[in-house]
């Protein structure tokens, strides 16, 4: 059953000391003290679960902060790449908006070369908005849009001839809208 050393030592609650067979202390001391080391041990059970416990939650807590981490830094990348795509139409907007002005301010020049004056737009068709002209209940409103001007270069273009006349006029095909650069009817 064990080494010699093993059998040699008892427990210390199990030692009765010689002469004192009928002594009651001894056995109540006893009592208490198990009663206590079991509180202690039920104690220390508790607390060893509660550990526990709270180490499992704080691994699922971590997961989820990584989780979470992961998913941000995926966001930020989207934003990062959105931030570039708008950059990157703001841009174009600007060449574009350049490029149609200096356009318009070519065509007009070609256009009074080429008849002497801009003529306005006929009142009653699409292009009928005046360059110079703002309705009075937009004040402070731009004088006229890109469109406006392009319908008015059209109009233009038909007075002095249509498309032959646009083409003439430096006015590229695909920038007339529909039914402009041919003669209208009952003109």
Known sequence: RGTPCEQEVLPVCHVRPAGRSGSGSMDGAMGKTGEQGARVHAILDTLRMEIETTAAEASVYEQQRNELERKLEAHLQELNVLHGHLAELERVHVNMTTTY????LSLRSQIEAAGGKVAQPQAGTPGAASATSVPSGLVGAPAASTSSLLLGAAD??????????ASAAGIPQGLLPMGLGMARPGE
């Open 156 to 165: 233009t273009a038909n007075a002095l001839g249509g498309a032959a006349a």
């Open 101 to 104: 002005e200096a356009e318009i």
